[in-house]
T-cell receptor, first 120, second 109 residues
Framework: GAVVSQHPSRVICKSGTSVKIECRSL??????MFWYRQFPKKSLMLMAT?????????EQGVEKDKFLINHASLTLSTLTVTSAHPEDSSFYIC????????????????FGEGSRLTVL | GDSVTQMEGPVTLSEEAFLTINCTYT??????LFWYVQYPGEGLQLLLK?????DKGSNKGFEATYRKETTSFHLEKGSVQVSDSAVYFC????????FGKGTRLHILP
């Protein structure tokens, strides 16, 4: 089946530094990728939707200057947590929609394995 | 706005027991409904889906029926196995995907 790869799977950084997380669709092209944040014992929260070649659409309450999203190609989206702080520590998950879904159909979503960020 | 409510866990069952994880939703449109599963140490995987009322999604012995009249999409399995231990997320998708909080399932041998 389709595979979405996230890297790194775990990252520990110092407060004030920036961290980049990559999301790649390995065997399909994804016009749309989504970034989620998972809080302990809580649901997945959609942070933003990124479309290849255009600016990401951020959900209400998500700081676009803090969580920079770039979708430079049909197989790669990146999330950069800038000037990270301990409260940014979380599990970040990306998903990619197979572009073969087509107009009027919902292309299946495939999820990465997540990246656990710990900010000291 | 749209939302998904699923039963809180953890749910602990013995092997071969019957499983039900309740899920209800509110939506202004006509969403598609999904169950995702997250096995320990792995990412989310689509378990099953239903795109319209009365559709039944099924996979790996799990079933869920899209009930518009009760706005529900309960997950069921007749006989669970230890390997079913995971976190299960109910989700709906209208213009964006919205997840429930997840239900952790423990199956005891």
């Amino acid at each position: 089946g389709a595979v979405v790869s996230q890297h790194p799977s775990r990252v520990i950084c110092k407060s004030g530094t920036s961290v980049k997380i990559e999301c790649r669709s390995l065997d399909f092209q994804a016009t749309t990728m989504f970034w989620y944040r998972q809080f302990p014992k809580k649901s997945l929260m959609l942070m933003a939707t990124s479309n290849e070649g255009s600016k990401a659409t951020y959900e209400q309450g998500v700081e676009k200057d803090k969580f920079l999203i770039n979708h430079a190609s049909l197989t790669l989206s990146t999330l950069t947590v800038t000037s990270a702080h301990p409260e940014d520590s979380s599990f970040y998950i990306c998903s990619a929609r197979d572009r073969r879904g087509g107009a009027g159909r919902i292309g299946e979503l495939f999820f990465g394995e997540g990246s656990r960020l710990t900010v000291l | 706005g749209d939302s998904v409510t699923q039963m809180e866990g953890p749910v602990t069952l013995s092997e071969e027991a019957f499983l039900t994880i309740n899920c209800t939703y509110t939506a202004t449109g006509y969403p598609s409904l999904f169950w995702y599963v997250q096995y320990p140490g792995e990412g989310l995987q689509l378990l099953l889906k239903a795109t319209k009322a009365d559709d039944k999604g099924s996979n790996k012995g799990f079933e869920a029926t899209y009930r518009k009249e009760t706005t529900s999409f309960h997950l069921e399995k007749g006989s669970v196995q230890v390997s079913d231990s995971a976190v299960y997320f109910c989700a709906l998708r209208d213009d964006k995907i919205i997840f429930g909080k997840g239900t952790r399932l423990h199956i005891l041998p």
